[in-house]
């Protein structure tokens, strides 16, 4: 079994659409949690980052974590074709060093 | 955020041929750095840490002799792929850790040997 499993999509959705992306992992020890995006041909970039359990907004994204179900999850609002690219979720335990990513879910937003 | 920069963000080596890819922290000292290698629609593949001043430490499986990494300075880390050949055809991306969890990644080099 995988430390983090996640969808690889395809997913696709109409310009406006709430989108939702999710990744359960099997660690208990994880308590950092992130969501990174990468474009086609590029180096991923840190989109939302948070600790523990809870909820973290940055404007038409929401992450949420839920530690007792292992499972977290991406929405985006009003999504746009420039939302269009592969998000992985990723995750750390307390003092570690090493992160571990999930597949990775390709995001088609269609105008 | 911090910026991580990667050279070449391409390149076409012939089979045999060594590969030598840079990895730069542009604004901060980057002690330890991270290599990955991504295929095709799958996720990122740890290959190894890059510790400033000291030997790498390599993920299982991963053959220290073939690639190479060298991190010489607070700044620069460089991964060598040695006597390349097709099955080494690749994204490779290296990223630097930031104050917290997060990592900064550099856009990444693929290598295609022919």
């Known amino acids: 079994q995988k430390e983090v499993e996640q969808d690889p999509g395809p997913l696709s959705v109409p310009e406006g659409a709430i989108v939702s992306l999710n990744c359960t992992y099997s660690?208990?020890?994880?308590?950092?949690f992130m969501w990174y995006r990468q474009y086609s041909r590029k180096g991923p970039e840190l989109l939302m980052y948070?600790?523990?359990?809870g909820n973290k907004e940055d404007g038409r994204f929401t992450a949420q974590v839920d530690k007792s179900s292992k499972y977290i999850s991406l929405f985006i609002r009003d999504s746009q074709p420039s939302d269009s690219a592969t998000y992985l979720c990723a995750t750390q335990q307390e003092g570690g060093f090493k992160t571990i990513f999930g597949a990775g879910t390709r995001l088609f937003v269609k105008a | 955020g911090a910026v991580v920069s990667q050279h070449p963000s391409r390149v076409i080596c012939k089979s045999g041929t060594s590969v030598k890819i840079e990895c730069r922290s542009l604004?901060?000292?980057?002690?330890?750095m991270f290599w990955y290698r991504q295929f095709p629609k799958q996720s990122l593949m740890l290959m190894a840490t890059s510790n400033e001043g000291s030997k790498a430490t390599y993920e299982q499986g991963v053959e220290k002799d073939k690639f190479l990494i060298n991190h010489a300075s607070l700044t620069l880390s460089t991964l060598t792929v040695t006597s390349a050949h097709p099955e080494d055809s690749s994204f490779y991306i290296c990223?630097?850790?930031?104050?917290?969890?997060?990592?900064?990644f550099g856009q990444g080099t693929r290598l295609t040997v022919v």
């Open positions: 990223s630097a850790p930031g104050t917290g969890a997060e990592a900064f």
């Open positions: 660690n208990s020890a994880f308590q950092y």
């Open positions: 604004d901060f000292q980057a002690t330890t």
């Open positions: 948070t600790y523990s359990s």
